[in-house]
């Protein structure tokens, strides 16, 4: 059972675009959504993290929109720039566990 | 304040044979997680540990083990290795917070682990 579905698998973006990713959950004990970047041959990095108390949260290019009764969330990134192609993963986490379920990731193009 | 060190970053093992991987958390980070990803499957949770216990488990087969040592570094062992668990190993630390349900995670750059 996949418990975060990520969408799209791929996007291609050009410079100055909005580059847009969804996800959506299932488990209603989530209560942390974080967002990972990974460039090939590194560990995901967190980008931007948001609890479902906000409906969005931004951090300069970067913004997660939050729809808790949808049990959806999605990442915009502003002004897409090349050197933000790389997969994006969003992952949630929450409960009595701590461990992070993903998505599927999105490998994102930003064409100059 | 050094990120998490993964050793050895590469590693190849023929089928049947067993593996220890290394992964030394951030400075003051007592929890430790490992995650298996492959293009098929993506990032998986393996299990994760706190002052030396295992809290909580994926679901993966016995074969892979783990352990964390009292200074918080962490090995995961996969014994008799199949085809199928070529991948990169990651592992991820995070400071305990107490009073919140979660911690931030920060990960290391992996094991690429290829058997043969």
């Known amino acids: 059972q996949q418990q975060v579905k990520q969408s799209p698998q791929s996007l291609i973006v050009q410079k100055g675009g909005i580059s847009i990713i969804n996800c959506a959950y299932e488990?209603?004990?989530?209560?942390?959504f974080p967002w990972y970047q990974q460039f090939p041959g590194k560990g995901p990095a967190l980008l931007i993290a948001?609890?479902?108390?906000?409906s969005e949260k931004k951090e300069g290019r970067f913004t997660i929109s939050f729809n808790k009764s949808a049990k959806q969330f999605s990442l915009h990134i502003m002004d897409s720039q090349p050197g933000d192609s790389a997969t994006y993963f969003c992952?949630?986490?929450?409960?009595?566990?701590?461990?992070?379920?993903f998505g599927k990731g999105t490998l994102l193009t930003v064409n100059p | 304040k050094a990120g998490v060190t993964q050793t050895p970053r590469y590693l190849i093992k023929t089928r049947g044979q067993q593996v220890t991987l290394s992964c030394s958390p951030i400075?003051?980070?007592?929890?430790v997680s490992w995650y298996q990803q492959t293009p098929g499957q993506g990032l998986q949770f393996l299990f994760e540990?706190?002052?030396?216990?295992?809290?909580n488990k994926g679901n993966f087969p016995g074969r892979f083990s783990g352990r964390q040592f009292s200074n918080s570094r962490s090995e995961m062992n996969v014994s008799t290795l199949e085809l199928g668990d070529s991948a990169l190993y990651l592992c991820?630390?995070?400071?305990?917070?107490?009073?919140?349900?979660?911690?931030?995670?920060?990960f290391g750059p992996g094991t690429r682990l290829t058997v043969l």
């Open positions: 991820a630390s995070s400071l305990e917070v107490s009073g919140t349900s979660y911690n931030e995670q920060f």
């Open positions: 488990n209603t004990a989530f209560d942390y």
């Open positions: 948001i609890r479902p108390d906000v």
């Open positions: 992952a949630a986490c929450g409960g009595s566990n701590y461990k992070l379920t």
């Open positions: 400075s003051g980070h007592r929890s």
């Open positions: 540990y706190f002052s030396e216990t295992q809290r």
